[in-house]
């Protein structure tokens, strides 16, 4: 049994008329209800939007604070180290809302990249034990300290500078470092000379990895003369000398990676590696010296 065919407008009586406008009414009564109350709610919400951007925002000086340690630090911390130093400069807040602060103002860490100078020229001289078995970090100074060197190169240039620094374990502080245009044995030698001025020293080791200048006798007979254990990563696991190679990241991707077209000469290069070296040392926090530099870390704990 098929369906029943609507009545049209003319075979419709009266009162059936009637009600079909009736329906009809009602409906555009109740669209007009809903319309009503749907730009009713777009009003109240727009309202509460006025409202909350007419109110004092209360995290203003928090981001205000937020931005200028990006802006003081070139965009290298974290939410970390910012936290950390935000409660360095008297501020009582907890990581997360520092991360989320972050997020809102469009800010983040720059990321280091991983790219290694290898000095290994294979089993040239004297080698040595790994005393250090990635234990990398120090009861005092001058316990555990690493060397190595890294190579910075000016783009579409062959100037190259050479940087072999001696960092302690115990601070993380780079205690001596010597800048040349090649890795020599007269580089390092310097490094030593100015690492280690007292006359002798008992239970401090020099790690470094198997590259042909800490294997070579010169090196070797200046540590035995300071009474200083020389101590060597494997052969290929630059994670034995992690220490060194996480300053190395640092220093490249806060300094160099992204402004090498910057430096237009190897003076220039040189006394940013300088400049920065200090500012290293003095002025950069380590969340793992609980929001201090490396020489503040050192002078609170002899203090």
């Given amino acids: 049994m098929g369906r029943k065919r609507k009545k049209t407008w003319e075979e419709m009586t009266e009162l059936e008329r009637l009600q079909e406008e009736n329906e009809r009414l009602r409906t555009e009564v109740d669209y007009l209800k809903k319309l009503k109350e749907l730009e009713e709610r777009d009003e109240a919400l727009e309202r509460e939007k006025q409202r909350q951007l007419d109110q004092p925002d209360k995290d203003k000086e928090l981001k205000d604070e937020i931005q200028a340690i990006d802006n003081d630090y070139k965009g290298n911390y974290g939410y970390r180290r910012i936290t ?5 400069r008297g501020f009582t807040v907890n990581h997360k809302k520092v991360q989320r602060l972050m997020k809102v103002l469009g800010l983040s860490a720059r990321i280091r990249r991983k790219r290694k100078y290898s000095s290994y020229k294979g089993e040239i001289g004297k080698k040595a034990d790994n005393l250090i ?13 690493y060397t190595d060197v890294t190579e910075f190169a000016i783009p579409n240039s062959t100037q190259k500078l050479y940087l072999s ?28 000379e100015q ?3 007292e006359k002798y020293y008992e239970n401090t080791s020099l790690h470094s990895d198997q590259g042909w200048q800490y294997q070579h006798d010169s090196y070797h007979r200046f540590l035995e003369s300071k009474g200083i254990q020389p101590s060597m990563s494997r052969k290929g696991n630059s994670p034995d000398n992690g220490m060194m190679d996480s300053f190395f990241g640092i220093l490249k991707s806060e300094m160099f990676y992204g402004y090498e ?12 590696i300088v400049d ?5 040392n003095n002025k950069r926090i380590k969340v793992k010296l609980k929001g201090l530099s490396p020489v503040q870390y050192r002078t609170k704990s002899f203090a």
């Fill in 165 to 192: 620094p001696v960092l302690d374990g115990f601070n993380s502080e780079i205690i001596a470092y010597n800048l040349s245009c090649s890795p020599n044995l007269e580089q390092v030698k310097a490094m030593l």
């Fill in 84 to 88: 950390l130093e935000l409660r360095n």
């Fill in 276 to 280: 920065y070296i200090d500012y290293y």
């Fill in 195 to 197: 690492a280690f001025t």
């Fill in 261 to 272: 077209k910057a430096f237009q000469s190897l003076k220039q290069l040189e006394q940013a």
């Fill in 133 to 145: 078995q990635r234990q990398f970090e120090a009861s005092r100074p001058m316990e555990k300290c």
